[in-house]
């Protein structure tokens, strides 16, 4: 059995005539099959060499793609089993594989998901999904182009950008900015029959947040910085972003967005402090918020590097040590990890330092929880258990260890994050969409509009309160 441990390999307590003990040859056997299993089945990875970390991360990887090619849904590329976001946040972390090892053999995987995916509006809001998606779905795909082109992925000739393709998604995230309640801030949900709809989250606005920063970047167009701005200065209002560097998971509108839900999540962190990063670069580190917001927030990171671990090891403290994580949070670790990993390079270095160290013994946790499966191979979620696999296996486990190998990676492999003026080969189309209205600026909301959406809204309610009337009718 994969799971056969040393611990395990032990005789049963019975009361004999003392004699001399002589190791029987079954019992020296036992000993030396649970040595070899236990250190087969587990991925070593070494945090200072390059060719164990690209071996480690290799085999992560193929294990992942194994869960995404035997999914239900293989016949629609880039589309999970009951998720749709996860498949974005997959090609964002193959796509820093890819950059980090040279690995071409998912590439084309990638490819065919990301554009099948992209909508008809190029902004990766595809109509299949569209009534169900939040902001925080969609932009975890607009984090995903923008990655493919700071890092010069492959794009194929008779398809967008993948800056364009970001650029889409923040123009089409953007005009959703709500006045209404909370002086802004971007909703959970887009529709109002969804349960979050009256929300506002850290990773939709954190999310949106940091695609601005890094498009500003990337373009130098000054409309990305100052949403971006925008945004952070908003959250700074809300429990979203406090003083104290303690962020809210939510908040409401209800509340005029002073009550708070804490739940505190590494992916809500991750995304404000990379953010806050990539703007410090921007900004030449001219503003000190950004660096001090970066600094603020990886010290109150130090949350999720519990005892457990020897406070060395990344946790999702809010559902880690009670066994409750579900899908989409045992994958926030790559988040935390990757985005750090990166932004470590454009920040100074004393600024990320302590959280890169801790990211190499986070790694070997996390490779040494790699031996399950059939394979032996197949990663749990729960790093701080070390070499005793916590019996899960899933994509987004696979996920979670090959982030934290990529960020161990960046130091060793990585060349820097391009951008247009060093070296960037993917174009900015700053209306990012099929449209050919020329304006690099995102059109004002008018009251017209929002009457506009708010009859569009009232009609789709009535549709779907009717259809499901006809259903309800019809079935008796």
């Known amino acids: 059995m994969h799971f056969l441990r040393c611990l395990r390999c032990r005789l049963p307590l019975r ?50 793609m194994d869960f995404y090619n035997d999914r239900d849904s293989k016949d629609i590329p880039g589309k999970m089993d009951d998720t749709w976001w996860e498949g974005g946040s997959m090609f964002m972390t193959l796509i820093q594989y890819w950059y980090l090892t040279g690995d071409t053999q998912f590439n084309d995987a990638i490819q065919e998901g990301m554009y099948w995916q992209k909508g008809d509006e190029n902004n990766f809001f595809p109509s299949n999904y569209s009534q169900y998606l939040g ?27 993948w800056i364009s393709l970001a650029e889409g998604v923040f123009n089409g995230q953007v005009p959703r900015w709500d006045m209404t309640a909370c002086g802004g801030g971007l909703r959970w949900q887009i529709w109002p029959y969804q349960d979050g709809y009256n929300m506002k989250n850290a990773i ?53 967005c002073e009550d708070h839900g804490d739940h505190q999540w590494t992916y809500n962190y991750a995304t404000y402090i990379s953010g806050a990063g990539y703007m410090y670069n921007y900004t030449n580190g001219t503003e000190s918020k950004w660096l001090e917001g970066v600094t603020g927030l990886i010290n109150t990171s130090d949350q999720f590097f519990p005892a457990s671990g020897s406070n060395q ?68 979620v729960r790093w701080t258990k070390k070499t005793e696999w916590d019996g899960t296996t899933g994509l987004e486990q696979q996920m979670s260890v090959l982030g934290v190998l990529n960020a161990v990676m960046v130091p060793l492999a990585a060349q820097g994050i391009y951008s247009l003026d060093n070296g960037g080969t993917s174009k900015s189309d700053p209306h990012g969409s099929t449209s050919t209205e020329d304006s690099s600026t995102p059109a004002p909301i008018t ?10 809204t009232g009609v789709f309610v009535l549709l779907l309160i009717g259809t499901m009337s006809w259903m309800l009718i019809g079935g008796e």
């Open 15 to 64: 009361s004999y005539p003392m004699r001399p003990v002589m190791p029987s040859r079954w019992l020296l056997t036992t000993l030396l099959v649970c040595l070899l299993v236990q250190n087969v089945l587990a991925i070593d990875v070494n945090p200072e060499d390059e060719t164990s970390l690209k071996a480690a991360a290799k085999t992560v990887a193929s294990t992942m």
């Open 313 to 380: 090891i990344i946790s999702d403290i809010t559902c880690e040590p009670s066994n409750q994580c579900d899908r989409n949070q045992k994958t926030f670790k790559a988040y935390f990890t990757s985005w750090l990993g990166f932004m470590s390079l454009i920040v100074p270095t004393n600024t990320t330092a302590e959280v890169m160290a801790r990211f190499k013994t986070s790694a070997i946790a996390a490779g040494q929880q790699c031996s399950g499966g059939s394979d032996g191979n197949q990663c749990g």
């Open 135 to 161: 902001n925080d779905d969609q932009v975890f795909w607009g984090l995903a182009a923008i990655t493919a082109g700071e890092l010069n992925f492959p794009e194929r000739e008779d398809e967008p950008s």
């Open 447 to 456: 009251t017209g509009d929002r009457v506009g959406a708010g009859i569009l």
């Open 204 to 256: 939709s606005n954190g999310g949106l947040f940091q695609l601005s920063a890094r498009l500003a970047l990337y373009t130098k167009n000054a409309t990305y910085a100052e949403w971006a701005e925008k945004i952070w200065d908003w959250s700074a209002t809300t429990p979203l972003l406090r003083k104290t560097w303690v962020i809210a998971d939510s908040t409401t509108n209800a509340a005029s």
